[in-house]
């Protein structure tokens, strides 16, 4: 169960009154979802005391913690409420190509996975309700800790939120809180200076930490002399107004001030970065100095309350302390000094994205990349490992780059990053992103009248939406990208378009349209004598005759694409030759041949120590098993094949799998044990809209209810298969059809058989 509270704040003092006014007695919490709105001034403490306190009442949620920052106040990107829920569900288990792509069914799969259970939710600097509300569970047993400047009244008068305000410290919680940070330090100062300090810090924890760390580092002057100097500094802000912010951006000038000309410079520069957090490479690059240099200089920055340290080697900036760098920025670097960083920031994250991309997909095709300035070198990744760590850091960094080069109005950048990023998105279903990039990168290349850029970008969001479920509209996009390279003539384009296109309608258990797709892909292949692209044509044009029970057929285009592959040295494309002419021949009645292929198949995968291959082919291995007899072989290859699956997050071919076993069991005669796993593979197909394989599910499942319970109780589970059968035409519906209807009239008599 998840655990994400951030730690607990360091010096935290008081604060009583308010801690006791967030008590709740377990009959609340048992009674309905709580929700407390913590409100208050920037600076204030809301976040210390809403962590001060979950962690306090955490024991009383035992399922799991949940936290968000949702960034409501940034001057960068917020994080919506579909990010937010994105995050949650895949923290609790659900699989990314299992997380909606609609927020309503978002936030219903969420109160889903909650009801019944007692989770803590912290919901950090919300800006309004609509932030919040598609957060909230729906049943009783939880608690919902809200942060915000705002009074969220909306929160309040619709949700039934509680309220508190937080106020700025009484003056002597202000001491207090001072002492207690500085005390081991500087014991020598009286309580007088010190609320003299306090009160020029308008008793506001941000600014008061910021001063008391600015007096530990100088031991030797008297507090009252650094009280001149912040006073001095106030000074400059009287015509202004003597409001809290104002309070606050004196004790900022003060410490920014007193830092060393690297630092200072580094703090201004910061507020130029594009992203939510940042680390010593991205950073180096930033400023034009060396890591070692600039990681000195970070900590510099945290040890005076500037930064915060968010992880090893990870920093963040208070929203208030991002303004104040910004206009650090704006009045002391010169805007060729500005540009000349982002560019260099820009270059470094394209190249940083492709060295990960190039160790977490080696087979993604190349990309031509504009050089890097002589003075940046990218990242270079030791494995798979430290790439997708990498990446997972950088994540909302790389959205928010892409958003500064488009004010920059640098379209080809923008493309070229958003195509990039699309081979990670694919392999880790990070949709949202993967959309949203696809977007920007349409828009850019249709800005700058790039229309073979404008064809990849409508290619990439057409399998974005196909591999999100959303085929009609995947399908559509792809469309738009054939007829713009049918257009410009860009016949390899044409190709790629066609057979995306046909395995779009595959997916969708569309096999006659896809086959004339894929007969198309390999015309256009032989036009250009393009090796790889016959050897992809005619293993798909085979799939396709495969699912219309032509496995005959299927044959020989599976052995012109197997000696392709190898010529061509692409084990991948190899090894599903082979996973096809084993399909083939379990069709056609010769297991043996079926077998040997398929073992073939999966000693490329083991030898690679590729999981995805080996997962996906372990599926077709225990087929052939069941078809020589041995369902005991079939379930240990399926129990490796289902918990590949499950670690690659794929839930769908998992959740076929587990069909499959389900079906291996009642082959062994224990149709009992079966249930289980065909309920599960029909709840998953049907959550993910795969309409053909429900309809496999609900067949096997109703075979197995006649079996353990009779007729009555698989009629309906039955009727449904033979509705969604009947919902396709080809020939493999329309026997699964038959099917059905022998189970349902074979069941009136005993035990289901085909």
């Known amino acids: 169960m998840p655990r994400q509270l951030p730690a607990d704040v360091r010096g935290f003092v008081n604060r009583f009154d308010d801690l006791e006014s967030l008590t709740l007695t377990s009959a609340e919490v048992a009674d309905r979802v709580v929700v407390w709105v913590v409100v208050g001034t920037a600076g204030v403490g809301k976040t210390s005391l809403a962590v001060r306190w979950a962690h306090q009442v955490a024991g009383d949620f035992p399922d799991g913690q949940l936290y968000v920052n949702l960034r409501g106040y940034d001057a960068g990107l917020p ?50 309700p609509t932030q919040v509300r598609p957060l909230l569970p729906g049943t009783a047993g939880c608690l919902v800790l809200v ?30 809180l001072l002492r207690e940070l500085i005390h081991e330090y500087r014991p020598q100062d009286d309580d007088e200076d010190l609320a003299q300090l306090a009160g020029l810090c308008a008793r506001l924890p941000l600014a008061l930490r910021i001063a008391a760390e600015r007096a530990i580092g100088k031991p030797r002057t008297s507090l009252r002399d650094m009280i001149t100097e912040l006073r001095d500094e106030s000074s400059l802000w009287d015509a202004l107004g003597s409001d809290d912010s104002d309070a606050v951006r004196t004790v900022f000038a003060w410490s920014y001030r007193a830092l060393s000309k690297g630092a200072s410079r580094l703090f201004r520069m910061l507020g130029l970065y594009p992203g939510d957090d940042f680390g010593p490479a991205a950073v180096a690059v930033l400023l034009g100095e060396p890591v070692p240099t600039v990681r000195r200089l970070l900590e510099d920055l945290a040890g005076a309350h500037l930064l915060a340290s ?60 504009p050089a890097l300035p002589p003075e940046v070198s990218a990242p270079v990744f030791a494995d798979h490992e430290d790439a997708f760590a990498w990446y997972e850091h950088e994540r909302r960094n790389l959205r928010s780059m892409i958003r500064v080069l488009e004010a920059q109005g640098r379209n080809d950048a923008v493309a070229l990053l958003a195509d990039i990023l699309r081979e990670i998105y694919a392999r880790y279903n990070h949709f949202d992103d993967w959309i949203t990039t696809g977007v920007a990168g349409l828009a850019a290349a249709r800005r700058s009248g790039n229309r073979r850029g404008e064809a990849d970008a409508l290619e990439s969001l057409g399998k974005a939406h196909t591999q999100q479920g959303n085929r009609a509209e995947g399908i559509e996009h792809q469309t738009s990208a054939l007829s713009i390279r049918q257009e410009i003539g860009d016949r390899r384009g044409e190709l790629a378009s066609t057979n995306a296109l046909g395995l779009a309608h595959l997916r969708n258990h569309e096999p006659d349209t896809a086959l004339r797709h894929f007969r198309r892909s390999l015309e256009i292949a032989d036009d250009l004598a393009d090796g790889y692209w016959t050897a992809v044509a005619s293993n798909n044009i085979a799939n396709a005759l495969i699912d219309l029970d032509r496995p005959q057929e299927a044959v020989p285009l599976l052995h012109t694409a197997l000696a392709g592959y190898r010529r061509l040295s692409i084990p991948g494309g190899e090894g599903d030759a082979l996973r096809g002419l084993s399909h083939a021949h379990r069709l056609l009645g010769v297991p043996d041949q079926a077998h040997r292929f398929i073992g073939d198949a ?52 998992e959740a076929a799998v587990l069909d499959a076993t389900g079906e291996a069991y009642q082959r062994s005669g224990r149709p009992a044990d079966a249930t289980a796993f065909h309920r599960y593979a029909v709840d998953v197909f049907r959550q993910s809209g795969e309409r053909w394989r429900l309809a496999v599910g609900l067949r096997n499942l109703g075979s197995v209810l006649i079996d353990t319970e009779g007729l009555p109780a698989a009629v309906s589970v039955l009727d449904e298969a033979a509705a969604l059968f009947a919902q396709f035409d080809d020939p493999a519906a329309r026997r699964h059809h038959a099917e059905v209807g022998v189970l349902r009239r074979g069941g009136e008599d005993g035990p289901a058989t085909l």
């Open 79 to 128: 994080i919506g409420p579909d990010e937010a829920l994105d995050r949650f569900l895949r923290a609790l288990g659900v699989p990314g190509n299992l997380v909606p792509a609609d927020l309503d069914a978002r936030s219903a799969l969420f109160r889903s996975l909650l009801a019944g259970r007692k989770f803590l939710i912290l919901l950090d600097n919300a800006a309004s």
């Open 147 to 176: 942060t915000s400047r705002d009074k969220l009244a909306g929160l309040v008068a619709r949700d039934g939120a509680r309220r508190l305000r937080l106020d700025i410290l009484p003056l002597d919680e202000a001491v207090s």
């Open 310 to 369: 968010t992880a090893p080697d990870r920093y963040e900036f208070h929203d208030l302390l991002r303004l104040y760098a910004q206009d650090q920025a704006r009045t002391e670097e010169s805007p060729e000094s500005a540009t000349a960083a982002l560019e260099r920031l820009a270059a470094w994250y394209l190249h940083a994205v492709w060295n990960a991309v190039r160790t977490l997909i080696p087979e993604a095709a190349a990309r031509e990349l």
């Open 602 to 653: 999966l000693s490329i995968a083991r030898d690679r120590k590729n999981q995805a291959w080996e997962a996906f082919w372990s599926l077709e291995a225990g087929q052939v098993s069941l078809a020589l007899g041995d369902p005991d072989e079939a379930l240990v290859l399926y129990q490796r094949a289902a918990s590949l699956q499950r670690q690659l997050g794929d839930r769908v071919r």
